[in-house]
């Protein structure tokens, strides 16, 4: 069985800082581009990151250099540091692997509010 797995979502006031995490298992981690998607209420999904095994990660305009993802192959896991927040970063961040097949995790919400 599949399974991706976020979590560390929260509520952080403008400036801070939040790591997300994904935990997965069930498919070959190292053949998968592993991303991070999110989805503002009213707003259409947004590709954030995406970690491949074959080049240097890559960002949206939106969040470059203030997001970094990272991925342990070893460990099955894809992160995403998110530093200085914005109140237009609130969302809910989906971790998605995307390979041979498409998977997605349930979610975990971030809302940046004061």
């Known amino acids: 069985e599949v399974q991706l797995v976020e979590s560390g979502g929260g509520l952080v006031q403008p400036g801070g800082s939040l790591r997300l995490s994904c935990t997965t298992s069930g498919f070959t981690f190292g053949s998968y581009d592993m991303s991070w998607v999110r989805q503002a209420p009213g707003k259409g999904p947004e590709l954030v990151a995406t970690?491949?095994?074959?080049?240097?990660?890559t960002y949206a305009d939106s969040v470059k250099g203030r997001f970094t993802i990272s991925r342990d192959n070893a460990k099955n896991t894809v992160s995403l540091q998110m530093n200085s927040l914005k109140p237009e970063d609130t969302a809910v961040y989906y971790c998605?692997?995307?390979?041979?097949?498409?998977?997605w995790g349930q979610g975990t919400q971030v809302t940046v509010s004061s």
């Open positions: 970690s491949t095994n074959s080049g240097a990660p």
């Open positions: 998605n692997a995307r390979g041979w097949r498409d998977y």
